[in-house]
């Protein structure tokens, strides 16, 4: 087989699945898995792909690669929206407290289904917290919710605001619940997004919380960002579309976190 037709099988997979494994590729292709580490190497020169241990994904998962929200928000979708009814359930009409909603398209769909969310008693109201400016621009005009918008310089690309403003104002807060997104979910590396002073924000958000609730689609499942803003056991459930690969699945039960798949 010529080398053409191997980079374009190896392409093809990659974009197909997101990543390939030396020994997979080999032994589908008949050839040395040196032959496929050399494959993959001119690959990842050409921008195709990077080396991971085994394997490679696509160049698009680098960890520091990051979609603007616009971009993110028609990704999987009927699978956020999913995730956000699950969510929802954690807030019956009858619970009277505080909540966080961390910045992210996943969490967008709560903050619309809060508009309509009612309380059970007349008069009572839902405190949001949360460092989002579309998210506060979905909900500053609901009557029964109760809006703190956190302060701090807006990133363009996620419309979230961070900085040291942003974390010392959440060090005044201990809400309920905090509904966090995510980049990656790793059984070695926890959780973790791209940029570090969004993961700042995020780890205040999760250290401050009495539950932290992490909404991530299966795309984030077993992915690694740049910054690790929280370890598995500080976290307390994961709500996903799917069910969660073996090994991040022990992962999780060994660190008391509850799974739930919408």
């Known amino acids: 087989?010529?080398?053409?037709?191997?980079?374009?099988?190896?392409t093809s997979r990659v974009k197909t699945s997101g990543r390939v494994s030396v020994a997979d590729v080999s032994r589908e292709l008949?050839?040395?898995?040196?032959?496929?580490?050399?494959?993959?190497?001119?690959?990842?020169?050409?921008?195709?792909?990077?080396?991971?241990?085994?394997?490679?994904v696509s160049a698009?998962?680098?960890?520091v690669a990051e979609?603007?929200?616009?971009?993110?928000?028609?990704?999987?979708s009927d699978a956020k929206a999913t995730i956000a009814r699950a969510a929802l359930r954690l807030i019956p009409a009858t619970f009277s407290g505080s909540i966080v909603i961390d910045a992210g398209t996943t969490t967008a769909h709560l903050a619309d289904l809060l508009v309509t969310w009612r309380p059970a008693t007349a008069g009572q109201?839902?405190?949001?917290?949360?460092n989002s400016v579309p998210i506060a621009a979905t909900l500053h005009h609901?009557?029964?919710?109760?809006?703190?918008?956190?302060?701090?310089?807006?990133?363009?690309?996620?419309?979230?605001?961070?900085?040291?403003?942003?974390?010392?104002?959440?060090?005044r807060f201990r809400p309920d619940i905090?509904?966090?997104?995510?980049?990656?979910?790793?059984?070695?590396?926890?959780?973790?997004t791209p940029d570090e002073l969004e993961g700042a924000v995020k780890s205040a958000i999760v250290r401050g919380s009495r539950r932290a609730v992490v909404l991530a689609d299966a795309a984030k499942l077993g992915e690694e960002a740049l910054i690790r803003f929280a370890a598995l056991d500080e976290i307390d459930t994961v709500i996903t579309d799917e069910v969660v690969p073996t090994t991040l699945g022990d992962a999780l039960e060994a660190a008391g976190v509850?799974?739930?798949?919408?």
């Open 1 to 10: 087989m010529y080398a053409t037709e191997r980079h374009e099988h190896i």
């Open 30 to 56: 008949g050839v040395t898995a040196e032959t496929i580490r050399r494959d993959l190497d001119q690959l990842e020169t050409s921008g195709v792909l990077r080396r991971v241990h085994g394997g490679a």
């Open 60 to 63: 698009a998962r680098a960890s």
């Open 67 to 76: 979609a603007s929200l616009a971009d993110r928000q028609g990704q999987r």
């Open 125 to 130: 109201t839902l405190t949001v917290i949360t």
């Open 142 to 171: 609901c009557d029964h919710v109760e809006l703190h918008l956190l302060g701090g310089r807006v990133r363009g690309i996620t419309s979230a605001a961070v900085g040291s403003t942003t974390v010392d104002e959440l060090g």
């Open 178 to 192: 905090a509904f966090v997104g995510a980049n990656g979910v790793s059984a070695d590396f926890g959780l973790s």
């Open 258 to 262: 509850e799974v739930v798949v919408a």
